[in-house]
């Protein structure tokens, strides 16, 4: 996961904030076809929002860190269920970081 300075953070939750949740897990957890579709959006978009639905924190907490190590995606932020997370496409690159 590569690491991004304060300024580059600031830069990404000011895109992320008018966006929607790409996608949704929701009681099945974090299965293959979810993470599959995690991977297809952050190379499609680079900086998408999931919203896990569980009750628990650290559900959710263990959920984040298992898909950022997956998907060798950087946590931007995590606000209540839904978490917003980066993931430079180095074909194609979308979103220019200061």
């Not at 999931?50 to 606000?79: F, S, W």
Request: proline letters at 5%.
């Amino acid at each position: 996961m590569p690491t991004l300075n304060n300024s580059q953070k600031r830069h990404l939750k000011a895109l992320a904030h008018h966006r929607k949740p790409v996608v949704i897990i929701g009681a099945g957890g974090l299965t293959p076809a979810v993470m599959h579709e995690i991977l297809l959006a952050l190379d499609h978009h680079e900086l998408v929002k999931i919203r896990i639905n569980t009750e628990e924190r650290e559900d959710r907490e263990a959920m984040i860190v298992e898909i950022c190590e997956a998907a060798e995606a950087t946590l931007v932020q995590r606000i209540g269920h839904i978490a917003t997370l980066f993931r430079r496409n180095l074909d194609s690159p979308r979103i220019e970081l200061p």
